[in-house]
């Protein structure tokens, strides 16, 4: 079963934040995130293994919260480089699952 | 950086033929999976291969879908009688583990006419 992301749209400002949920309604074992640019294939951002981890890369982080089955992706100052389509991807924890499922995308727009 | 490749980049075909998409996973890589995007929609989950067998499929991954990994190295997506709903944007990816991240090809842009 796939993820369930919010919003479906975000418009920003250059610097400007904004937040991207990402839930499932089935225990999970990881969380991925992955930016898609127009006409262009899924790009990996992160991946969070652990319950209450999060992880940052530059002004792009990311928690994961096991016990709610959530995870957020948190931009801050955004720049224009990050417009695209993010999708979050998740996994259950039975080590014989092997489907890496897509939310259906949040996509960002950053304006000047 | 080793990298997935697809080929072709861009296959038209009619309506009721059958199509071969073709990717190389990066070499080392163990996991294998097709992706379907329809234009400007979401990622679909098709299906997973490892250890030289399907580990999950998903509802999309009928009889009329196949895969392959003929050689060791290629890893094959055959679409039997396609129909016009088939028109899509087929990407492959791999990863080492199942803790990797995956690496996604660049897809096969796939128009049924």
């Known amino acids: 079963q796939q993820p369930v992301q919010s919003p479906q749209a975000v418009i920003l400002r250059e610097g400007e934040d904004a937040v991207i949920n990402c839930s499932s309604s089935?225990?999970?074992?990881?969380v991925h995130w992955y930016r898609q640019k127009h006409g262009e294939a899924p790009v990996f951002l992160m991946i969070?293994?652990?319950?209450?981890e999060q992880k940052g890369h530059e002004k792009i982080s990311a928690s994961f919260n096991e016990k709610k089955q959530q995870s957020s992706l948190y931009l801050t100052a955004s720049q224009l480089s990050y417009s695209g389509t993010y999708f979050c991807?998740?996994?259950?924890?039975?080590?014989?699952?092997?489907?890496?499922?897509f939310g259906a995308g949040t996509r960002l727009t950053v304006k000047p | 950086e080793p990298e997935v490749t697809q080929t072709p980049s861009h296959q038209v075909t009619q309506m009721g033929q059958e199509v071969i998409l073709r990717c190389v996973p990066i070499?080392?890589?163990?996991?294998f999976y097709w992706y379907r995007q329809i234009l400007g929609q979401k990622v679909e989950f098709l299906v997973s291969?490892?250890?030289?067998?399907?580990?999950?499929k998903s509802e999309i991954f009928d009889d009329q879908f196949s895969v392959e990994r003929p050689d060791g190295s290629n890893f094959t997506l055959k679409i039997r009688s396609t129909k016009l709903e088939d028109s899509a944007m087929y990407f492959c990816?791999?990863?080492?583990?199942?803790?990797?991240?995956?690496?996604f090809g660049n897809g096969t842009r796939l128009t049924v006419t």
């Open positions: 990816a791999s990863r080492f583990l199942r803790d990797s991240p995956l690496h």
């Open positions: 089935k225990a999970l074992y990881s």
């Open positions: 969070l293994l652990k319950g209450g």
């Open positions: 991807g998740t996994e259950s924890p039975s080590s014989n699952n092997n489907d890496m499922r």
């Open positions: 070499s080392n890589h163990l996991y």
């Open positions: 291969f490892y250890n030289n067998e399907i580990s999950e």
